[in-house]
């Protein structure tokens, strides 16, 4: 990815870590957010006490904006609020700088 970007991190606290529901919520946003215009990719984290993270990159504002809006989106969010999360915290933020380095990709340790 070239900055600048955008990244929504969100970190959460699941109150039943094996609800199938949350599972199926889950896969279901996989697959919808793939769709979504300005979205460039996502990393997801979760420890076997419920805790996780997920960092969504994006193109800009707007496709967050749109992504909030989007209704199976909507759907899910409100299951988590209902149901699936104790607590659970947003930020967005803008990528202006990233730097990578890996031996996988042929780079030399020196």
């Not at 990815?1 to 599972?23: C, E, G, Q, R, W």
């Not at 996502?42 to 076997?48: F, G, I, M, V």
């Not at 707007?62 to 607590?87: C, F, M, P, V």
Request: aromatic content about 14%; proline content about 3%.
């Amino acid at each position: 990815m070239k900055a600048p970007y955008f990244a929504v991190i969100f970190t959460s606290s699941l109150i039943d870590s094996n609800d199938p529901n949350y599972h199926q919520f889950s896969k279901l946003m996989d697959n919808e957010v793939q769709k979504t215009p300005g979205f460039l990719g996502k990393e997801s984290y979760r420890e076997d006490s419920g805790k996780g993270v997920t960092i969504s990159y994006w193109e800009s504002q707007k496709a967050i904006e749109h992504w909030k809006k989007n209704t199976q989106h909507l759907l899910a969010q409100r299951y988590g609020k209902d149901h699936a999360y104790s607590s659970y915290e947003l930020k967005i933020c803008k990528v202006e700088r990233a730097y990578k380095y890996s031996t996988l990709e042929g780079n030399q340790k020196k």
